[in-house]
């Protein structure tokens, strides 16, 4: 099956990113939607309901992902965080920089591992902040609605799809027609991947993140990377859920005694660096996975493409699939001979 590139994949999911940005003004105006939804509209997430009167003019963005949303809709934000992990020197990343190509930038405020820089959004003069997906607590929900209407995550810290993000946003920006465009097509891309790498399939897998303290770092179901494999048509391992505290955090520790317990047939982890992942295979309790013995390792390194599948949405899928998908078959074909 002929493998379909970034580049094709955005500008032909329906009047997307590249084309709907045609004709924004500088500063960041957005076009109109041309017959969206409908206002005002109430979105009700897990910090409050928030009403939105008319369609946003003046959008900004807060933690990840969220920016990536409302440009593949056609809203270039007037402010969002600078990326400290995966962006450029200016905290651009990547698949942000390709989309808004020969296009104003967003004005960057704050940055991505700092609390939020409250003032300096308000000094932007939105009149909606996306935060579909983040760690928004009570109070800086609060704090932020003083300046304009938020949306916030539907249920947990840092656990909404790719999916809920891009049809969140949608409602929020009267594009819901362009977000299930979206939606649709990042999904048949997914669904053309798992056809382009049959051996991903029914392939059980733990994700981690590397020792944390001398404990092995895994990463849940309900965690948006996990899910994303998943997508993938591949199964989070029996161990990981059997393991895991109570509560919704999506994210735990186990120490390193139990590491070579966990079965799976592929271990996935991510590193900022090729050293951070050399270091972590020669833990001596990682090297006893069975996952790892037998091939089973997928590593995912360099800090742009793990702030791409750390936290997908449909820019950033596309933008990193081509090398991520590699890098799981040859594991998966590995480990399951």
Same mark, same amino acid.
């Given at each position: 099956?002929?493998?379909?590139?970034?580049?094709?994949?955005?500008?032909?999911?329906?009047?997307?990113?590249?084309?709907?940005?045609?004709?924004?003004?500088?500063?960041?105006?957005?076009?109109?939607?041309?017959?969206?939804?409908?206002?005002?509209? $109430?979105?009700?997430?897990?910090?409050?309901?928030?009403?939105? =009167? &008319?369609?946003?003019?003046?959008?900004?963005?807060?933690?990840?992902?969220?920016?990536?949303?409302?440009?593949?809709?056609?809203?270039?934000?007037?402010?969002?965080?600078?990326? !400290?992990?995966?962006?450029?020197? =200016?905290?651009?990343?990547?698949?942000?920089?390709?989309?808004?190509?020969?296009?104003?930038?967003?004005?960057?405020?704050?940055?991505?591992?700092?609390?939020?820089?409250?003032?300096?959004?308000?000094?932007?003069?939105?009149?909606?902040?996306?935060?579909?997906?983040?760690?928004?607590?009570?109070?800086?929900? !609060?704090?932020?609605?003083?300046?304009?209407?938020?949306?916030?995550?539907?249920?947990?810290?840092?656990?909404?799809?790719? +999916?809920?993000?891009?049809?969140?946003?949608?409602?929020?920006?009267?594009?819901?027609?362009?977000?299930?465009?979206?939606?649709?097509?990042? +999904?048949?891309?997914?669904? &053309?991947?798992?056809?382009?790498?049959? +051996?991903?399939?029914?392939?059980?897998?733990?994700? $981690?993140?590397?020792?944390?303290? *001398?404990?092995?770092?895994?990463?849940?179901?309900?965690?948006?990377?996990?899910?994303?494999?998943?997508?993938?048509?591949?199964?989070?391992?029996?161990?990981?859920?059997?393991?895991?505290?109570?509560?919704?955090?999506?994210?735990? $520790?186990?120490?390193?005694?139990?590491?070579?317990?966990?079965?799976?047939?592929?271990?996935? *982890?991510?590193?900022? $660096?090729?050293?951070? !992942?050399?270091?972590?295979?020669?833990?001596?309790?990682? +090297?006893?996975?069975?996952?790892?013995?037998? *091939?089973?390792?997928?590593?995912?390194? *360099?800090?742009?493409?793990?702030?791409?599948?750390?936290?997908?949405?449909?820019?950033?899928?596309?933008?990193?699939?081509?090398?991520?998908?590699?890098?799981?078959?040859?594991?998966?074909?590995?480990?399951?001979?």
């Amino acid at each position: 099956m002929p493998t379909l590139s970034r580049r094709s994949f955005v500008l032909s999911a329906g009047g997307l990113a590249a084309l709907t940005l045609t004709g924004c003004a500088s500063g960041g105006g957005i076009p109109s939607s041309g017959g969206g939804d409908g206002f005002p509209v $109430t979105i009700t997430h897990r910090l409050g309901a928030t009403t939105i =009167e &008319a369609e946003p003019t003046r959008v900004a963005t807060v933690s990840a992902a969220n920016q990536d949303v409302a440009i593949a809709l056609g809203v270039v934000p007037v402010a969002m965080p600078f990326f !400290d992990y995966g962006g450029d020197a =200016e905290g651009v990343l990547p698949w942000v920089r390709e989309a808004l190509a020969g296009k104003p930038m967003p004005q960057v405020v704050g940055r991505s591992l700092e609390p939020i820089a409250f003032e300096a959004v308000a000094a932007a003069q939105p009149d909606l902040i996306l935060a579909t997906y983040s760690g928004l607590t009570q109070d800086e929900y !609060d704090t932020l609605s003083r300046i304009a209407p938020v949306v916030a995550y539907p249920d947990a810290p840092y656990a909404t799809s790719w +999916q809920e993000q891009t049809r969140i946003a949608g409602r929020a920006l009267g594009r819901s027609t362009r977000a299930e465009e979206l939606v649709v097509a990042t +999904q048949s891309r997914l669904a &053309a991947a798992v056809e382009e790498y049959p +051996q991903l399939e029914g392939a059980t897998f733990a994700y $981690t993140g590397g020792m944390d303290g *001398g404990q092995l770092g895994i990463f849940r179901p309900t965690d948006v990377r996990v899910r994303l494999l998943e997508d993938l048509g591949m199964t989070s391992a029996p161990f990981v859920e059997q393991n895991a505290p109570s509560g919704d955090a999506v994210y735990y $520790t186990v120490s390193a005694e139990l590491v070579p317990r966990l079965r799976s047939d592929l271990l996935v *982890g991510f590193f900022g $660096t090729p050293d951070l !992942d050399a270091a972590f295979l020669a833990d001596p309790a990682v +090297q006893e996975m069975p996952a790892v013995k037998a *091939g089973g390792y997928a590593p995912i390194v *360099g800090a742009d493409r793990v702030a791409a599948s750390s936290s997908p949405s449909v820019l950033s899928i596309p933008w990193v699939l081509d090398a991520y998908l590699p890098i799981l078959a040859d594991a998966a074909a590995r480990s399951r001979r």
